[in-house]
C-alpha cells in the first residue's frame, strides 16, 4: 500500500490547478487523505474471495476506482555514493462502469498521473505528468497492458520483453530541459517470486474491512544510468515493485498513513505501515509483513507491529518524522529506521513525503538494511 | 423745451397694479431749472427716466424740443437722448474701462458732435486737468460725479437730466459738485430737471415741484 | 464654527446659483470625459488580463507542414515521443449577431498556470459528461439569461446544440465558452480533429519534423502593443479634464472676488484664518464630490457609447478582443474621485492662498486691480517663456531618440507647447487690444468696444486660454486624421494592385494555382504566402545585433502588375533596383520593422532558414498601415521554397470579358470553398476604409466633446458676468447708444477675441499635428506619415472658434436685449 499516488490520483484531480468556478460546495464531510475514504459503491469492491490472475492482473482494473503501479530503488553509484528513486503511475476512474461515456476520441473514463523523484545526499526532485483515456481505447497518452507488460505516459515507460513480461523490466524517464535534465534510464531484473499481502491478495487497511488488492516484486535488481544535477552516473541496487488497487482504501476518519519498504541486508524484506484513524476505538491501524529470501511470507496483524516517530523535522512547513522506532515482538526484531536527508518532500499536485532510508538495530545501531518510507496526509 | 401732459404711469407688482403717475403736467423751458422732490418711491425716478425716453407712458405725451417721444422709434429716440440730453445718475454711471477723457468725451464723440476746445475747457472747470489719464475707479466719489456732469455736458444738451446727483457724496464734496453743476448749466444754458430728496439741494435752483401720490404739487422756494 | 462660517461662505451661491451652476458644470464635465476614459482603458485593460490568462494566449502552437489538419493521433504520436504539447479544439457558435468562441482544453495537460483551479470533484464534473460550460458572466445576456439561473443551466444554442451545464468564471474573456475538449468535440462535431496543439512558451527549442511551430512571441500580446494607444486616449482626457479645470477655476475665483468683503468681515469678526481656510477647503471638498459624483455618473454612460468603437478598433487593428460591457474595478471608482478632488484643489490653490493672505484692512480690491492684472500679465508671460524652454528642450530632445521612441516625452513636448502658448496668449491680447485701442480713437464705440474688451480680459482669459487649446487640438488632430486617410486611401489603392482576391485554406489554394494558370481567362495570378521565421542577426550602420526573435515573412509576387504599384517608402537604389534586388535574393521590410529595428536599405538581416543562417540585404521600405506587427517581404515562391511557408490568397487578374460569376462557381464546385473566397478589390478597400473610420471615431468624438467644454467654460464665464456686463451697457444705452448695437456690441467684441485666439491656435494646432504624426504615430502604430495642411480645416477651425464665441455670447446678448435696460439702470450698483 503504499502509495500516496493513489491519492494522488484523486486529487490529482483535485487539484489539476484547473478548473474551478464560483463557489464550489464545501467538504464538509471527512473523505478520508485526498478523498481515498470517499464512499464508492458504484465501483467494484476489493475482497479476497477469488485468487489473483496473471497476467491479466498486471493491467488496469478500470471497475475499481483507483489503482497504482509504483516503483521505489536504493541504489548506489561506482563510488558507492547511495541514491533512491520513484517512479510511480497512478490511474483513477472519472466515472463508475455503468457511466462510462461512449468511447469518442476525446471522451475518458481514467486519468493518470506519474510521479517520478530522485534523492542524493540533500539534493532531491520531482516530476509529475498527467493524461487522459478511454477504458475501450487500445492506445492512449497514458496506460497500461498487461502482456506483455508496458505501463507508461507519454514518453515516461516502464516495460518488459514479450519473453519475460513481469520478470525483467526496463524504466526509462526523464524531465526538464537543459542544465535542468534529470531522469534515469533502468534494467530491472527479478530475483524472486511476486509477494501477495493477504488472503488472495486483499490487504484489509480498516477493522471495518475496506482494503485493497495489494502484490509486490520486492527483489528487483537494478542497474542503469541516472542523471543528476548534469551529471550522469552508472548505478546498481535493488527495487521494489508494488501493485495496488481498490474503490475504497481507507475509512473516511483516516487522515493518512506511514508506509515502509524496507530491503535487509540477510536478503529478507519488510512491509510495515499504519494508517493513523480509524483503527478500534479510533486508533491507529498497523500492519506488517515479513518475507523471507524465497518469498515465503509472514503476516504479522495490527496488534503485533508498533510504530513509533522518534524525531521530527521541519520540511516544507510541517513537521515530519524523519527517524522512527519499529518493533515486531513475534519476529524478535527492534529496529530504528531513519531518512538519509529530511528533503524529499514531493511538492506534487497531492503532496506527500517519500525517501530513501537507513535500517539500523535499535540496541547496537548497526547498519542492517536500506529501503523506502513514505508518509501521507501531514 | 420740455413738456409733459397728463402723463400716467402704472406698474405691475406681484401686489397688484401699482399706480406710480396720476396725470402729470409739467413744462420747463430753455435755461429753466427745475427741481423735483418727494418721498423715497413717489416716483421721482420714474418721471426723470419718461423724461429722457428711457421710458414710456401709459397715457399722455411727452415732447422735447418739441418732439414727440411717442412719435419716435427706439433708434430715433437714441439719437435724440444722445444729441440733446444729459444724464447725471446717482450712482455716476462712468465706463470703467475708459479713462477720464475718454469718459468726458464719450456721449460727444457718440453724437459726433466733440467740440475739443469746450471739451478741454469742461476738463478745467471739472477740476480734472492732468487727470486724463485716470481711470474712474482712481477718482473719488466727488471727482467721479464730476466727470459724470461733465460727460453729460460735453455734448452741449439742450436738456439735462439729473437724479440724485448728490446722492451719493458727503455733504462737502455735494456742495461743490452742485455749485458746479449749476455753474455749468448757466454757462451752457440748458434746461437742467433735478430728482433730489434734499430741500437744501432744491433751494438755489429755479422752480421745485413736489410728487405726491402721483401728482404734482408746485411750491415754490 | 467653522460650520456657521461654512454656511455664510455657501449662502453666496443662494444668490448667485450661476455660479454655482458653473462650478458644479466644471466639475461635472472635467470628471465626465476624464472618468469615461478611464473606465474604457479599464474595460480594455481588464479584457487583455483576461485574454492572457486563457489558454491560447502565451503559448507557442505547432501546426503540421502538410497544412493537413491536426488529428488526435498528432498529439498522441508527439505526446509518445515526450513532448508536452496539449491539445485544443477551437471553433465559433453563432448566437443571433454575435460570434460565441468555443474553446475545447485538455485541463490535464494544459501548459502550466492558465490554470483555473479547484477541486477533484470540479475537475471530474468538468471532465466527464455531461461536462461544463465555463463562461464569464457577461456572456449569459447573449444566451438570454440571468445570473441567477446560469449555473448548471443547459441552454440551448441555435435550437442545434445543447451546451454542457453552465458554470461561471469571472475571468474568462466575454463570448468565449470553455469546455472540456470531448464536450467541445461533440458540439463542434469535429470527431478526431484538433485545431491547435499547444505547448508552453519556449518548451521546444525546435518543431518536431513535419510540424511547424510558432512562438507566442511573434503574438505579441495585446497589452503591450495597445499601451500607446491607450496613452493616446488618456492624454485626450488629460486634455479634457484640464479644460474642465479651467472652468471650474473661473467659477472659484469670481466667486472668491465677490466674498472678499464677506471674508474679511468674518475675519475682523474673529474667525482665524486657519478655520477660513478649512471652511473652503471644506466648501471645495462638498463641491468635488458632488461634481465627480456626477462626472462618474455621465463619464460611465459616455464610456458606454464610446466602448463598442474602441472594441471594434481594438480588434480590427491589433486583434485584441475587448468586452462590450464595461468593467469597473475598485480602483477605478477611487482613482476618478482623486483625479476630480486633486483636479479641484489644484484649480482651487489660487483661492486658498488668497484666503490665507487676506488683508483685513484692505478697504476695497478695486483700486489696485489694473495694476495687478499687469502684474499677473508679466507673470504669465513668465510663464510661458519657461512652458517654451521646456517644450524646446524636449524637441531638441526627441530629435536625438531614435524613431518610435518617447511617447511620454511628445505628451510632454504638447503639454508644455499648450500651456506656453495659453500663457502667452492673455498678454497677447491684451498687447493687441491696446493697439486697436490707439487706432480707432476716433471711433467711439469701437474704442469703447476694445476697451471695454480689455476690461473683461481678466476674466474672459482662462475661458480663452480653454478654448485656445481645445482649438489647437482639434486642427492637430483633424489634420493628422485627414493626412492619415489620403495616405492610407492611396496606399490601399497601390498595395491592392489586382482586380480578383481569393481567400481559402493554404491546401485549397495551392492546387488552385496550377488550376488558375490553365484558365484562359485569367491573365496573371498573384499569389502571396504567409510564414514566419527567426532572425538571427541585424547589422546596420548602428553596428551588428544578435537576437532570437520570431518575425512575420509575407511573400508577394514581384510581376510588373505588383512592382509598377506596390508602395514603398524607402529604397537603396530606386523602385526598379529595388524590385530586381527582391527577386534577386534581397528582402524588404515593413516601416515598424525598420523604425523597432532602426534599419534602413542596405542593412542585412540574418535570418535562420530551413538550408542554415543566412544573410538577407534590406532592398527597400514598404508602408505596412494596419499592421501591429513587425513583417518582412520575400518572393512568394522563395518563402514557399525556401521558408516552408504557405499560400496566403491569390490575386487575379482576369481578361475584359471574364465571367466573374462563372469563375467563383468554378472554384466552389472545383475546390469546395466558401462563395464568399473570391473577393473583389473595391470590397476589401470598402471594408479597410470602414475599419479606419472606426479607428479615429472615438478621437474625434472626445476631441469634439473638448471643444464643447471650452464653449461652456466661454460661456459660463460670459453668464457669470452677464449682470455687470449688462449695468455697463446700460450706462452707454442711457447716453443714447441704440439697443440694436448694444446688443450686438458682445458679439463683435467675442467674436473678435475668439478670431484672435484661433489666429493663434493654428500655427500650435500644426505643431500639434507634426508631433502627432512624426512622433507620437510612430511610436503608438509603427508608421510615420507625412504632413499634411488643410487650408478647408484651418478655415473651419477658426470658423469654430468665432462660432463657439459667439453661441457662448448669444445667451446673455439675448437676456439683455429681452430684459429692460432701464431696470438695469435701477438696479445701480445693487
Same mark, same amino acid.
Given at each position: 500500500m503504499n502509495h500516496p499516488g493513489f491519492a494522488a490520483a484523486l486529487l490529482l484531480m483535485a487539484s489539476m490547478t484547473l478548473i474551478g468556478c464560483e463557489k464550489s460546495p464545501p467538504n464538509a464531510e471527512p473523505q478520508g487523505f485526498a478523498g481515498l475514504g470517499e464512499d464508492a459503491a458504484a465501483f467494484a469492491q476489493a475482497d479476497g474471495a477469488s485468487p489473483l490472475s496473471f497476467p491479466e492482473d498486471h493491467g488496469p482494473h478500470p471497475d475499481y476506482r483507483i489503482e497504482w503501479w509504483y516503483l521505489t530503488a536504493n541504489l548506489e553509484d561506482a563510488q558507492g555514493e547511495p541514491l533512491g528513486l520513484q517512479w510511480t503511475l497512478f490511474r483513477q476512474a472519472l466515472t463508475p462502469p455503468d457511466e462510462r461515456p461512449d468511447p469518442a476520441p476525446w471522451n475518458a473514463d481514467q486519468v493518470w498521473m506519474a510521479h517520478m523523484g530522485i534523492s542524493r545526499g540533500a539534493t532531491h526532485v520531482a516530476a509529475e505528468r498527467f493524461g487522459r483515456s478511454h477504458s475501450q481505447h487500445a492506445n492512449g497518452q497514458a496506460g497500461v497492458n498487461a502482456a506483455p507488460f508496458e505501463a507508461w505516459i507519454d514518453d515516461w515507460v516502464l516495460k518488459s520483453p514479450e519473453d519475460a513480461s513481469f520478470e525483467d523490466f526496463t524504466l526509462s524517464a526523464y524531465s526538464g530541459e537543459g542544465a535542468d535534465r534529470f531522469g534515469y534510464s533502468l534494467t530491472l531484473e527479478a530475483q524472486g517470486p511476486i509477494v501477495q499481502h493477504?488472503?488472495?491478495g486483499f490487504n484489509a487497511k480498516t477493522v471495518e474491512g475496506q482494503g485493497s488488492r495489494y502484490y509486490s516484486q520486492p527483489f528487483l535488481q537494478i542497474t542503469g544510468q541516472v542523471t543528476l544535477n548534469g551529471e550522469t552516473r552508472e548505478v546498481s541496487g535493488q527495487g521494489w515493485l508494488d501493485r495496488e488497487w481498490s474503490s475504497q482504501l481507507l475509512t473516511p476518519e483516516q487522515t493518512g498513513w506511514d508506509w515502509f519498504s524496507l530491503h535487509l541486508n540477510d536478503d529478507r524484506k519488510l512491509m510495515a505501515y499504519r494508517l493513523r484513524g480509524g483503527g478500534e476505538d479510533g486508533g491507529d491501524y498497523a500492519f506488517a509483513h515479513l518475507i523471507s529470501a524465497d518469498g515465503e511470507t509472514e503476516l504479522i496483524g495490527a496488534d503485533r507491529v508498533t510504530l513509533t516517530p522518534l524525531e521530527t523535522q521541519s520540511v516544507a512547513g510541517r513537521d515530519m518524522p524523519t527517524r522512527w522506532s519499529l518493533t515486531l515482538p513475534d519476529a524478535d526484531m527492534q529496529l530504528t529506521v531513519e531518512a538519509r536527508? *529530511?528533503?524529499?518532500?514531493? *511538492?506534487?499536485?497531492v503532496p506527500y513525503w517519500e525517501g530513501d532510508v537507513v535500517v539500523r %538495530?535499535?540496541?547496537? %545501531?548497526e547498519n542492517i538494511g536500506v529501503g523506502y518510507l513514505e508518509m501521507t496526509g501531514y | 423745451m420740455l413738456v409733459l401732459h397728463q402723463v400716467h404711469k402704472t406698474f405691475s407688482t406681484p401686489q397688484g397694479e401699482l399706480p406710480v403717475l396720476n396725470g402729470i403736467d409739467l413744462t420747463l423751458d430753455q435755461g429753466e431749472s427745475l427741481a423735483l422732490m418727494g418721498e423715497s418711491g413717489s416716483g421721482k425716478s420714474t418721471l426723470l427716466h419718461l423724461a429722457a425716453g428711457l421710458d414710456v407712458p401709459d397715457q399722455g405725451h411727452i415732447s422735447i424740443e418739441g418732439q414727440r417721444l411717442s412719435s419716435l422709434d427706439e433708434p430715433a429716440r437714441a439719437r435724440l437722448r444722445r444729441q440733446h440730453l444729459g444724464l447725471v445718475f446717482q450712482q455716476f454711471h462712468l465706463v470703467p474701462s475708459l479713462n477720464v477723457i475718454d469718459n468726458l468725451r464719450l456721449q460727444a464723440r457718440l453724437a459726433q458732435r466733440e467740440d475739443a476746445e469746450w471739451t478741454a475747457h469742461l476738463l478745467a472747470r471739472l477740476g480734472l486737468a492732468g487727470r486724463e489719464g485716470y481711470f474712474p475707479e482712481q477718482l473719488s466719489g466727488g471727482q467721479q460725479q464730476r466727470l459724470a456732469i461733465g460727460r453729460a455736458l460735453a455734448v452741449r444738451p439742450s436738456l439735462l437730466l439729473a437724479d440724485e446727483p448728490t446722492g451719493n457724496l458727503d455733504e462737502q464734496s455735494a456742495d461743490t459738485v452742485l455749485a458746479l453743476l449749476l455753474e455749468l448749466v448757466a454757462e451752457t444754458r440748458c434746461a437742467l430737471l433735478m430728482v433730489t430728496h434734499s430741500a437744501r439741494v432744491a433751494a438755489p435752483l429755479d422752480r421745485l415741484v413736489r410728487l405726491h401720490l402721483g401728482r404734482l404739487e408746485d411750491s415754490h422756494p | 464654527m467653522i460650520w456657521r462660517v461654512l454656511v455664510t461662505l455657501l449662502a453666496h451661491y443662494r444668490r448667485h446659483p450661476g455660479q454655482l451652476a458653473m462650478l458644479l458644470l466644471g466639475l461635472w464635465v472635467a470628471s465626465a470625459l476624464w472618468s469615461s476614459v478611464q473606465a474604457v482603458n479599464a474595460t480594455a485593460k481588464d479584457s487583455y488580463a483576461r485574454a492572457n490568462a486563457l489558454f491560447s494566449a502565451e503559448v507557442d502552437q505547432l501546426t503540421r507542414r502538410d497544412g493537413q489538419p491536426l488529428t488526435r493521433e498528432d498529439y498522441l504520436t508527439l505526446r509518445r515521443a515526450g513532448l508536452p504539447v496539449s491539445p485544443m479544439l477551437e471553433g465559433t457558435l453563432e448566437v443571433g449577431e454575435v460570434r460565441l468562441t468555443l474553446i475545447g482544453i485538455d485541463p490535464l495537460t494544459? $501548459? #502550466? +498556470? #492558465?490554470a483555473l483551479g479547484g477541486d477533484g470533484a470540479a475537475l471530474t464534473a468538468f471532465l466527464t459528461p455531461p461536462w461544463q460550460t465555463q463562461l464569464a458572466p457577461e456572456t449569459l445576456d447573449i444566451l438570454g439569461l440571468s445570473r441567477r439561473e446560469a449555473p448548471g443551466a443547459t441552454p440551448d444554442v441555435n435550437g442545434r446544440h445543447q451546451l454542457p451545464p453552465l458554470a461561471l468564471r469571472p475571468d474568462l474573456p466575454p463570448d468565449t465558452l470553455v469546455m472540456d475538449i470531448a464536450a467541445a468535440a461533440e458540439l463542434l462535431e469535429s470527431g478526431n480533429t484538433l485545431t491547435q496543439l499547444v505547448t508552453a512558451p519556449e518548451a521546444l527549442s525546435a518543431p518536431p519534423d513535419g510540424y511547424r511551430l510558432s512562438r507566442a512571441a511573434t503574438l505579441a500580446s495585446p497589452e503591450q502593443l495597445t499601451d500607446s494607444f491607450h496613452l493616446n486616449l488618456t492624454a485626450l482626457a488629460l486634455l479634457s479634464l484640464v479644460v474642465g479645470l479651467f472652468i471650474v477655476q473661473a467659477a472659484l475665483g469670481l466667486a472668491m472676488e465677490q466674498r472678499l468683503t464677506t471674508l474679511r468681515t468674518l475675519r475682523a469678526l474673529g474667525v482665524p484664518a486657519t478655520t477660513l481656510i478649512l471652511a473652503i477647503l471644506l466648501e471645495l471638498l462638498v463641491f468635488g464630490v458632488l461634481g465627480a459624483a456626477l462626472g462618474l455618473a455621465s463619464g460611465i454612460w459616455l464610456a458606454g457609447q464610446l466602448l463598442p468603437d474602441v472594441a471594434t478598433t481594438l480588434s480590427s487593428l491589433y486583434q485584441a478582443d475587448v468586452q462590450r460591457s464595461l468593467v469597473l474595478p475598485w480602483h477605478y471608482w477611487l482613482g476618478s474621485l482623486a483625479i476630480t478632488l486633486g483636479g479641484l484643489l489644484l484649480a482651487g490653490s489660487g483661492v486658498l492662498w488668497r484666503a490665507a493672505r487676506l488683508n483685513v484692512l484692505a478697504l476695497g480690491q478695486s483700486q489696485a486691480w489694473r495694476r495687478g492684472y499687469q502684474r499677473q500679465l508679466t507673470r504669465m508671460s513668465q510663464g510661458g517663456v519657461a512652458a517654451a524652454v521646456i517644450a524646446l528642450g524636449l524637441v531638441l530632445w526627441l530629435g536625438r531618440l531614435p524613431p518610435g521612441q518617447g511617447v511620454m516625452a511628445s505628451f510632454g513636448f504638447v503639454a508644455a507647447l499648450l500651456l506656453g502658448s495659453a500663457l502667452f496668449l492673455p498678454p497677447l491680447i491684451n498687447a493687441v487690444l491696446r493697439l486697436l485701442q490707439r487706432l480707432l480713437h476716433r471711433r467711439p464705440l469701437a474704442h469703447w468696444a476694445v476697451a471695454d474688451s480689455q476690461l473683461q480680459l481678466p476674466r474672459l482669459s482662462l475661458a480663452m486660454m480653454a478654448l485656445l487649446i481645445a482649438l489647437a487640438t482639434n486642427l492637430g488632430v483633424s489634420s493628422m486624421v485627414g493626412g492619415f486617410r489620403l495616405t492610407f486611401l492611396d496606399w490601399l489603392d497601390q498595395r491592392l494592385a489586382a482586380p480578383l482576391y481569393i481567400n481559402a485554406e493554404s491546401s485549397t489554394l495551392a492546387p488552385m494555382l496550377d488550376w488558375l494558370e490553365a484558365q484562359p481567362e485569367i491573365t496573371e495570378t498573384l499569389p502571396t504566402a504567409r510564414g514566419d521565421v527567426d532572425l538571427l542577426a541585424v547589422d546596420s550602420k548602428g553596428g551588428e545585433d544578435t537576437t532570437r526573435e520570431r518575425i512575420a515573412l509575407f511573400g508577394i509576387t514581384p510581376s510588373p502588375t505588383i512592382t509598377n504599384r506596390w508602395p514603398l517608402l524607402d529604397t537603396q537604389e530606386g523602385r526598379s533596383a529595388a524590385w530586381a534586388a527582391l527577386s534577386a535574393g534581397s528582402v524588404f521590410i515593413n516601416e515598424q520593422m525598420a523604425v523597432a529595428k532602426q534599419l534602413a536599405p542596405g542593412d542585412t538581416l540574418t535570418l535562420d532558414t530551413p538550408q542554415g543562417a543566412t544573410r538577407f540585404t534590406i532592398a527597400a521600405v514598404y508602408p505596412d498601415y494596419g499592421n501591429p506587427r513587425q513583417q518582412i517581404v520575400v518572393p512568394t515562391e522563395a518563402l514557399v521554397q525556401r521558408f516552408g511557408g504557405e499560400i496566403a490568397s491569390i490575386g487575379l487578374v482576369a481578361t475584359e470579358g471574364a465571367e466573374r460569376q462563372a469563375l467563383r462557381q468554378a472554384l466552389v464546385d472545383r475546390? +469546395?470553398?466558401? $462563395? +464568399?473566397?473570391l473577393v473583389d478589390q473595391q470590397e476589401i478597400k470598402r471594408l479597410a476604409t470602414q475599419i479606419f473610420e472606426r479607428t479615429f471615431t472615438i478621437t474625434r468624438a472626445l476631441n469634439g466633446l473638448t471643444l464643447g467644454v471650452a464653449a461652456l467654460a466661454l460661456f459660463a464665464t460670459l453668464l457669470a458676468q452677464a449682470r455687470e456686463r449688462q449695468r455697463q451697457l446700460a450706462s452707454l444705452w442711457a447716453l443714447g447708444v441704440p439697443r440694436n448695437t448694444l446688443t450686438q456690441l458682445p458679439l463683435y467684441q467675442l467674436g473678435g477675441l475668439a478670431l484672435l485666439t484661433g489666429v493663434v491656435a493654428i500655427p500650435l494646432g500644426i505643431a500639434i499635428t507634426w508631433t502627432l504624426v512624426a512622433i507620437i504615430n510612430v511610436a503608438a502604430f509603427g508608421w510615420r506619415l507625412p504632413l499634411y495642411l488643410f487650408p478647408w480645416d484651418i478655415f473651419i477651425t477658426l470658423l469654430t472658434a468665432v462660432g463657439v464665441a459667439l453661441a457662448a455670447a448669444a445667451l446673455p446678448s439675448l437676456q439683455l436685449w429681452r430684459s429692460s435696460p432701464q431696470a438695469m439702470l435701477n438696479k445701480g450698483a445693487a
Open positions: 493477504g488472503e488472495n536527508h *529530511p528533503n524529499r518532500w514531493m *511538492p506534487t499536485t %538495530q535499535a540496541d547496537s %545501531q | - | 494544459l $501548459p #502550466n +498556470d #492558465n475546390f +469546395d470553398v466558401a $462563395p +464568399d473566397a
